[in-house]
């Protein structure tokens, strides 16, 4: 690992919190809650970590993350993510979690955010980490399920900055859910949502008109339209790439295809970002390397992503005085 990259100060603005979910955690989790697992270790459960596409992955994702149950689990879940990023040198997470897929499964939402949050909050006390915590809707699911959630998360407002929108990205765009990005917004909720991850370039740009984010999560499906290009850069409207996830899930064949400097040049708030670590080969560190590596970016532009995630987080100007 290059020094330069991992004594760098990092803000990470686009991570599931159950995607950070390693092997050795699932084992762990299972056994304290009883579960059966269908692999017999963690060597078999990472083997199936072979996706072809976006739904390849969700289906492993939403399968794991079931061993998730306590609030307790979910304290252990968001603390090892925390701790991994300690070390690389992360000094600002926005991180997103899925609630509908564990109150689904009859978790209390209270659970979840209480362990999630409470590890945040150690974190902030203990090395000063800032955080802000992202809710996002499941897209394959109804607009009225995302509303229900919305509902739940009532008492919880104070812990939550922000709305998001994730899953199947295919037949689910961002037009599904105008109404309830407009209600999340009337309550104050600032606004993202993943878009032209597979999905094309116009569900970037419904995501801007329709649904009103201010960020869009991946956006690389951008590259293919010069016109939203220019609007993005001209706007500087911030994409979460994720680089070492597009390549797991076959967005590109090859790091050496990434479009992430094509779009750097062309003026975009791009930033790096780590996604679904635990699936994707690598946290913060391994991101900057694969584009260091795998696309031949400079240190300078190493810097400028790095500087483009603190322009693009949602830190007071003071705090991001701090970082830079
Ligand atoms: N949920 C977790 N990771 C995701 C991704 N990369 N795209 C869409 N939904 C997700
Ligand atoms: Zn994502």
Same mark, same amino acid.
């Given at each position: 690992?290059?020094?330069? #990259?991992?004594?760098?100060?990092?803000? =990470?603005?686009?991570?599931? /919190?159950?995607?950070?979910?390693?092997?050795?955690?699932?084992?762990?989790? +299972?056994?304290?809650?009883?579960?059966?697992?269908?692999?017999?270790?963690?060597?078999?459960?990472?083997?199936?970590?072979?996706? @072809?596409?976006?739904? @390849?992955?969700?289906?492993?994702?939403?399968? $794991?993350?079931?061993?998730?149950?306590?609030?307790?689990?979910?304290?252990?879940?968001?603390? &090892?993510?925390?701790?991994?990023?300690?070390?690389?040198?992360?000094?600002?997470?926005? *991180?997103?979690?899925?609630?509908?897929?564990?109150?689904?499964?009859?978790?209390?939402?209270?659970?979840? /955010?209480?362990? *999630?949050?409470?590890?945040?909050?150690?974190?902030?006390?203990?090395?000063?980490?800032?955080?802000?915590?992202?809710?996002?809707?499941?897209?394959?699911?109804?607009? =009225?399920?995302?509303?229900?959630?919305?509902?739940?998360?009532?008492?919880?407002?104070?812990?939550?900055?922000?709305?998001?929108?994730?899953?199947?990205?295919?037949?689910?765009?961002?037009?599904?859910?105008?109404?309830?990005?407009?209600?999340? &917004?009337?309550? $104050?909720?600032?606004?993202?949502?993943?878009?032209?991850?597979?999905?094309?370039? @116009?569900? #970037?740009?419904?995501?801007?008109?329709?649904?009103?984010?201010?960020? #869009?999560?991946?956006?690389?499906?951008?590259?293919?339209?010069?016109?939203?290009?220019?609007?993005? &850069?001209?706007?500087?409207?911030?994409?979460? !790439?994720?680089?070492?996830?597009?390549?797991?899930?076959?967005? *590109?064949?090859?790091?050496?295809?990434?479009?992430?400097? &094509?779009?750097?040049?062309?003026?975009?708030? !791009?930033? !790096?970002?780590?996604?679904?670590?635990?699936?994707? $080969? $690598?946290?913060?560190?391994?991101?900057?390397?694969?584009?260091?590596?795998?696309?031949?970016?400079?240190?300078?532009?190493?810097?400028?992503?790095?500087?483009?995630?603190?322009?693009?987080?949602?830190?007071?100007?003071?705090?991001? +005085?701090?970082?830079?």
């Amino acid at each position: 690992m290059s020094p330069f #990259i991992s004594e760098l100060p990092k803000v =990470e603005l686009h991570l599931h /919190i159950e995607g950070t979910l390693e092997p050795e955690m699932v084992f762990a989790l +299972a056994k304290r809650n009883g579960i059966t697992l269908d692999y017999a270790d963690e060597s078999a459960l990472q083997a199936a970590y072979q996706f @072809s596409d976006l739904q @390849s992955f969700l289906n492993v994702y939403y399968q $794991g993350m079931q061993v998730l149950q306590t609030e307790q689990d979910f304290f252990d879940l968001t603390w &090892a993510y925390l701790m991994r990023s300690q070390a690389e040198n992360v000094r600002h997470v926005e *991180i997103f979690f899925d609630p509908q897929a564990h109150t689904d499964r009859g978790v209390a939402f209270a659970d979840v /955010i209480g362990g *999630i949050g409470r590890a945040l909050a150690q974190a902030r006390q203990q090395w000063g980490l800032t955080s802000h915590l992202i809710m996002s809707f499941l897209r394959h699911l109804s607009q =009225e399920s995302a509303f229900e959630t919305l509902r739940q998360a009532e008492p919880f407002r104070q812990q939550l900055a922000g709305i998001g929108l994730d899953s199947a990205e295919k037949d689910n765009p961002p037009t599904k859910f105008r109404e309830v990005y407009a209600a999340a &917004a009337a309550q $104050g909720y600032r606004l993202v949502a993943h878009a032209g991850e597979e999905g094309p370039a @116009s569900y #970037i740009r419904d995501a801007l008109d329709v649904l009103q984010v201010e960020r #869009i999560d991946h956006g690389v499906a951008a590259i293919h339209d010069a016109p939203l290009m220019a609007r993005l &850069a001209q706007e500087r409207i911030p994409l979460t !790439v994720c680089p070492l996830s597009n390549l797991k899930l076959r967005v *590109i064949n090859d790091m050496s295809e990434h479009p992430m400097l &094509a779009l750097l040049h062309a003026g975009l708030c !791009v930033t !790096v970002n780590s996604d679904d670590p635990a699936y994707f $080969g $690598g946290y913060m560190n391994a991101n900057y390397a694969a584009l260091q590596q795998g696309l031949g970016a400079s240190n300078d532009e190493i810097l400028q992503l790095a500087l483009n995630s603190v322009e693009a987080c949602w830190l007071s100007a003071a705090e991001k +005085a701090v970082l830079t």
